[in-house]
């Protein structure tokens, strides 16, 4: 059980152009999502917590102009990265929390990834 | 500043040996704590979560809680190469399902054959 999956797992596209990355729970109801990015070598770092239903709280420093999200339903979360350029290319990582009846002190659940590079 | 410390090593131990990784963090309100194993180019993984003082065994894994000394650790037995990893210290301070991890920079583990 608490599988979460994301698509794509990797993505080159060009400089300007905007990705979007889909985040599942495939087992769970996620009444929360986050959404991290990870460069090479350094530690996660949390962009955004999405909330099923109401818009997500951004992180300081994180443009939400830039890094749309939308949390739709409670399986699925979406990052949508707008005119993307080279210095955003990044390992970005959605995690996902169990939203059911019984308290579950808060384990996220992390989905494989999606590298992106923008050349 | 809510605070989660790890050495950021590597840590070396060989094969068979028993690994210990720390973590300490600053708020003293924090209830949940977790252990995340993240291999290179990977996502982190849950491996362990624990709540209350004490251990808590899992297999070759073992968690120990210290709220008085806001001191979580994670003992890894019998340790195999494919334990090499960084392990990542998570902590949330509130209970239920309220509040974000705070994760600490993760400490990298090799395990030599």
């Known amino acids: 059980g608490a599988v979460v999956s994301q698509h794509p797992s990797w993505v080159i596209c060009k400089s300007g152009t905007s990705v979007k990355i889909e985040c599942r729970s495939l087992?769970?109801?996620?009444?929360?999502m986050f959404w991290y990015r990870q460069f090479p070598k350094q530690s996660l770092m949390l962009m955004a917590t999405?909330?099923?239903?109401?818009?997500?709280?951004?992180e300081q420093g994180v443009e939400k102009d830039k890094f749309l999200i939308n949390h739709a339903s409670l399986t699925l979360s979406t990052l949508t990265v707008t005119s993307a350029h080279p210095e955003d290319s990044s390992f970005y990582i959605c995690?996902?929390?169990?939203?059911?009846?019984?308290?579950?002190?808060?384990?996220?659940?992390f989905g494989p990834g999606t590298r992106l590079t923008v050349l | 500043q809510k605070e989660v410390e790890q050495n950021s090593g590597p840590l070396s131990v060989p094969e068979g040996a028993i690994a210990s990784l720390n973590c300490t963090y600053s708020?003293?309100?924090?209830?949940?704590f977790f252990w995340y194993r993240q291999y290179s180019g990977k996502s982190p993984e849950l491996i362990m979560s624990?709540?209350?003082?004490g251990d808590k065994e899992d297999g070759r894994f073992t968690a120990q809680l210290n709220k008085a000394s806001q001191y979580v650790s994670l003992l890894i037995r019998d340790s195999q190469p494919s334990d090499s990893a960084t392990y990542l210290c998570?902590?949330?301070?509130?209970?239920?399902?309220?509040?974000?991890?705070?994760f600490g920079k993760g400490t990298k583990l090799s395990v030599k054959p």
């Open positions: 995690s996902a929390r169990d939203g059911g009846g019984i308290p579950t002190y808060n384990e996220q659940f």
């Open positions: 998570a902590v949330n301070t509130y209970g239920g399902s309220q509040g974000n991890l705070i």
């Open positions: 708020d003293r309100g924090s209830q949940s």
């Open positions: 087992d769970f109801q996620a009444t929360t």
């Open positions: 624990i709540y209350s003082n």
């Open positions: 999405s909330n099923e239903g109401s818009k997500a709280t951004y």
